[in-house]
């Protein structure tokens, strides 16, 4: 079972930047695309972002699209989301997960069970 752990997140104003990580504590997501997803007060969980196996291709919800990326890295484990240009919108608790295809995450499909999440507040 993929056992991933998320952080970075917390208090930013509007317009500021964040970086989040998240950790494979089992060491068994190498093989699998890697994404990012969010879920706000009141709101359903929604796909963020998604990076494949090798890193070699992303996507991107529409509401993110050229403010956050997403990257990998294989040596340590660790995915990312750099978030730039956050707004009050942006507010929520942050989770990762696993999938054996990029295209499974863009879908709400995902393998692993989820994390504690990470929660992102931005103040307008």
């Known amino acids: 079972q993929v056992q991933l752990v998320e952080s970075g997140g917390g208090l930013v104003q509007a317009g500021g930047s964040l970086r989040l990580s998240c950790a494979d504590s089992g060491r068994t997501f190498s093989s699998f695309a890697m994404g990012w997803f969010r879920q706000a007060p009141g709101k359903e969980r929604e796909f963020v972002a998604a990076?494949?196996?090798?890193?070699?291709?992303?996507y991107y919800a529409d509401s993110v699209k050229g403010r956050f990326t997403i990257s990998r890295d294989s040596a340590k484990n660790t995915v990312y989301l750099q978030m730039n240009k956050l707004n009050a919108e942006d507010t929520a608790v942050y989770y990762c997960?696993?999938?054996?295809?990029?295209?499974?995450?863009?879908?709400?499909?995902?393998?692993?069970?989820w994390g504690q999440g990470t929660q992102v507040t931005v103040s307008s």
């Open positions: 990076i494949s196996w090798s890193g070699g291709s992303t």
């Open positions: 997960n696993a999938h054996p295809r990029l295209s499974g995450l863009a879908t709400m499909n995902y393998f692993g069970s």
